[in-house]
């Protein structure tokens, strides 16, 4: 029963490390790339272990589009980010093309910038 056990206990952090390691790989976002938004906040989910803007877009002919923009984490605090308020988002776009980007930075109009940090990345 106590082998049991050990192995199960075995398998199940050898799936816990391999799940947690596969989801921060960041593959879908292309680095080598920068988008930048200038838009209207629809929406921010704090959460973790990714936070999420809302973004509301003008697209080139002028109709409005969300971006859904990740958080490497929970950086942003939400009494920092309002709805409603008008940002400039700096990101990394997916790869695929989608409206979606991994963030870098969000420039206030008052002229702050909140950077988020990616380990291993130079922005």
Same mark, same amino acid.
């Given at each position: 029963?106590?082998?049991?056990?050990?192995?199960?206990? *075995?398998?199940?952090?050898?799936?816990?490390?391999?799940?947690?390691? *596969?989801?921060?790989?960041?593959?879908?976002?292309?680095?080598?790339?920068?988008?930048?938004?200038?838009?209207?906040?629809? *929406?921010?989910?704090?959460?973790?272990?990714?936070?999420?803007?809302?973004?509301?877009?003008?697209?080139? *002919?002028?109709?409005?589009?969300?971006?859904?923009?990740? @958080?490497?984490?929970?950086?942003?605090?939400?009494?920092?980010?309002?709805?409603?308020?008008?940002?400039?988002?700096?990101?990394?776009? @997916?790869?695929?093309?989608?409206?979606?980007?991994? @963030?870098?930075?969000?420039?206030?109009?008052?002229?702050?910038?909140?950077?988020?940090?990616?380990?291993?990345?130079?922005?």
């Amino acid at each position: 029963m106590r082998r049991l056990l050990k192995a199960f206990a *075995a398998v199940a952090l050898g799936v816990w490390i391999s799940a947690s390691v *596969a989801h921060h790989s960041g593959a879908m976002f292309d680095r080598a790339k920068v988008v930048t938004l200038v838009g209207t906040v629809k *929406a921010y989910e704090y959460m973790s272990p990714h936070s999420w803007i809302r973004l509301l877009v003008a697209d080139p *002919a002028g109709v409005v589009v969300e971006w859904d923009i990740e @958080l490497a984490g929970m950086g942003i605090k939400p009494q920092q980010l309002t709805v409603g308020e008008k940002v400039t988002v700096r990101g990394h776009p @997916l790869r695929d093309g989608r409206r979606g980007a991994s @963030l870098i930075d969000v420039t206030f109009p008052d002229g702050r910038v909140i950077k988020q940090e990616h380990p291993g990345t130079t922005n």
